[in-house]
């Protein structure tokens, strides 16, 4: 019998398991990684989000899998190398996150640019000092999209819809409706930068301390993508010694993140130039739903043509 394992069942409603059982026995259980490496060995399919890290050491436990889904649209998680050399087909989303990832993009630029989180936490206080709270217009502004594939091109209108002016750096896109310069040039001249790249060799690590330096004292920095691309810790140092003026972040090199000593967390609760969420882009629930169900089909037809 073909067994199928889905490791984060909270995303998978009924509709997707119902597609699931179609192809086989599902066992569906929130698990550790360890808990991951010990029972991978049992099953024909895995179903999985982005906290499974699927090494070349957890693979090396799956005698029997065929097949990997994954409900993300990065496979950074994943030893796509190892997994082909193993013969396990990997199947993945394809445009589901686009539009619920952008507005959160989006979001955290006009929570930066409003100094929303903190006004919140200043009134929880009881206190009223408006004058702390004076923010920055968006229209009229410069913003720097880092990658425009689907997600950065959808900001990319969100943000002429706002007023702003568009740039974009992407090696390998052309696309008319916006204007292409390089990075340098982006990082100099934008207000607002978004990371909306894939995380890849050549991006790992791609916005250091050097590239933030290039910015505006006055500019604000998002990253919705993958956390690799920035160095967190030239990040840190360039919002303490106000090299930018704040910063947002949903992804991060190592997630989770392990506790309120993480050096990020630790800044974030000392200051007010730094928003952190937990990877909840494409946290919405119609997102959730296409998705589960996108990976479950895919999962059962590769599973049915193998």
């Known amino acids: 019998m073909t067994r199928i394992l889905v490791t984060e069942p909270e995303y998978f409603d009924e509709e997707a398991m119902r597609i699931l059982r179609r192809a086989g026995s599902v066992t569906a259980r929130r698990m550790s990684q360890s808990q991951l490496v010990h029972s991978i060995g049992s099953y024909d399919a895995l179903v999985v989000r982005i906290e499974m890290k699927l090494d070349r050491r957890t693979l090396g436990k799956a005698a029997r899998l065929r097949v990997i889904g994954s409900a993300t649209t990065g496979l950074n998680h994943i030893d796509l190398e190892y997994a082909k050399r193993r013969g396990i087909r990997i199947i993945n989303l394809h445009g589901t996150h686009t539009v619920p990832t ?16 903190w006004a919140f936490e200043h009134m929880k206080e ?5 004058y702390e709270f004076i923010g ?25 819809a706002f007023g702003m002016d568009v740039v974009y750096y992407d090696p390998y896109v052309n ?46 920095l998002v990253n919705t993508a993958r956390g690799g691309i920035i160095d967190t810790a030239a990040l840190l140092r360039a919002l303490k010694n106000k090299v930018i003026a704040a910063a947002a972040l949903d992804v991060f090199p190592t997630e989770p993140l392990e506790n309120t000593r993480d050096p990020v967390v630790a800044y974030a609760r000392s200051s007010e130039n730094l928003i952190i969420t937990p990877h909840i882009g494409a946290s919405v629930r119609e997102a959730v739903h296409l998705a589960g169900v996108e990976i479950a089909r895919g999962v059962s037809d590769a599973l049915e043509g193998a």
């Open 126 to 130: 009881g206190k009223w000092q408006r």
């Open 102 to 117: 952008a507005e959160h993009a989006f979001a955290l630029i006009l929570s930066l640019a409003r100094k929303i989180p």
């Open 136 to 160: 920055s217009q968006l229209m009229g502004k410069r913003l720097g999209v880092i990658g425009l594939g689907r997600i950065g091109l959808q900001l990319a209108r969100h943000a002429r």
């Open 175 to 220: 696309y008319p409706g916006f204007r292409k310069v390089g990075l340098d040039a982006l990082m100099r001249t934008s207000d607002v930068v978004s990371v909306n790249a894939m995380l890849t060799d050549e991006t790992r690590g791609m916005i250091d301390y050097g590239k933030l330096k290039l910015m505006k004292k006055s500019a604000l």
